[in-house]
C-alpha cells in the first residue's frame, strides 16, 4: 500500500515534444506529490507538486496531472529539451507522519535534439 | 533558498575504515532530516529519518550500528558509514524539511562513497 509504482522506465522523446510520466498509488492517505529530477551524479531537484484538492497545476513547461478517483497523477513536459534529458521520480507522503517520501522507480528521459 | 549541502562529495576509503558525511541546511532549519542510498539506476532508498535531538528512526533491513546517524543541531547531520565494505559503496544522499511542519524536501547533492 505504500507503493507508487511509475511508468515507463524509460521515453525516448523529440525536441519540442511532450514527454508524458505516469505514476499510480494505492495509499489514499497520501496527500502531497510532488515530482523530482536528477542528473546523473546530482541529488535530485524538487520540480512542482500537487496536493489532491487540485487536479492540475502548472508551472512553466511542466504540468502535474492529478486524477484522485483513478489514484493516478502525470507530469508533462511541454516542448521538451536536451537539457530536459535527465531522470524524473514521483513521490507521494503522508500527513500526520514525518513526511517521508515513498519514491516512484523512476524513469530516464531523453530528448533527443 | 532553501539550500543543503554535503560534504564531501566523494570519498575513497579501505575496506574496515570508517567515513563521515556531512549534510546542513544552510539557510533554513531542518527539524528532520533524512537520508538516502541509492543504486545506479535505481530510486532512492530511504534509510533513515532524523530529527534533531533525538534518535534516528531507521528503515528495516538498516543496520543502525553501522550506520550512525546524529542530528546534532538543526542545521547539522551527520552519517557515518563504520567499517566500511565494498558492498557498501553507493550514492548517499540526504534531505531537509523545513522546521515547521512543511512537507517539501530539499536535497542535498549527493556524496559518493567508494570503498576498496
Known amino acids: 500500500q505504500q507503493q507508487v509504482k511509475q511508468s515507463p522506465q524509460s521515453l525516448i522523446v523529440q525536441k519540442g515534444g511532450i514527454s508524458i510520466i505516469n505514476c499510480a498509488y494505492e495509499?489514499?492517505?497520501?496527500?502531497?506529490f510532488p515530482w523530482y529530477q536528477q542528473f546523473p551524479g546530482k541529488g535530485p531537484a524538487l520540480l512542482i507538486a500537487?496536493?489532491?484538492?487540485?487536479s492540475e497545476k502548472k508551472e512553466g513547461r511542466f504540468t502535474i496531472s492529478f486524477n484522485k478517483s483513478a489514484k493516478q497523477f502525470s507530469l508533462h513536459i511541454m516542448d521538451s529539451q536536451p537539457g530536459d534529458s535527465a531522470t524524473y521520480f514521483c513521490?507521494?507522503?503522508?500527513?500526520?507522519?514525518?513526511?517521508?517520501?515513498?519514491f516512484g522507480s523512476g524513469t530516464q528521459l531523453t530528448v533527443l535534439p | 533558498g532553501a539550500v543543503v549541502s554535503q560534504h564531501p562529495s566523494w570519498v575513497i576509503c579501505k575496506s574496515g575504515t570508517s567515513v563521515k558525511i556531512e549534510c546542513r541546511s544552510l539557510?533554513?532549519?531542518?527539524?528532520?532530516m533524512f537520508w538516502y542510498r541509492q543504486f545506479p539506476k535505481q530510486s532512492l532508498m530511504l534509510m533513515a529519518t532524523?530529527?534533531?535531538?533525538?534518535?534516528?528512526?531507521?528503515e528495516q533491513g538498516v543496520e543502525k550500528d553501522k550506520f550512525l546517524i546524529n542530528h546534532a543541531s538543526l542545521t547539522l547531520s551527520t552519517l557515518t558509514v563504520t567499517s566500511a565494505h565494498p558492498e557498501d559503496s553507493s550514492f548517499y544522499i540526504c534531505?531537509?524539511?523545513?522546521?515547521?511542519?512543511?512537507?517539501?524536501?530539499?536535497f542535498g547533492p549527493g556524496t559518493r562513497l567508494l570503498v576498496l
Open positions: 495509499n489514499t492517505a497520501f496527500d502531497y
Open positions: 534531505s531537509a524539511r523545513v522546521e515547521g511542519g512543511r512537507e517539501t524536501q530539499y
Open positions: 539557510d533554513f532549519q531542518a527539524t528532520t
Open positions: 513521490a507521494a507522503s503522508l500527513s500526520g507522519s514525518a513526511r517521508q517520501l515513498t
Open positions: 532524523s530529527n534533531e535531538g533525538s534518535k534516528a528512526t531507521y
Open positions: 500537487i496536493r489532491p484538492d487540485v
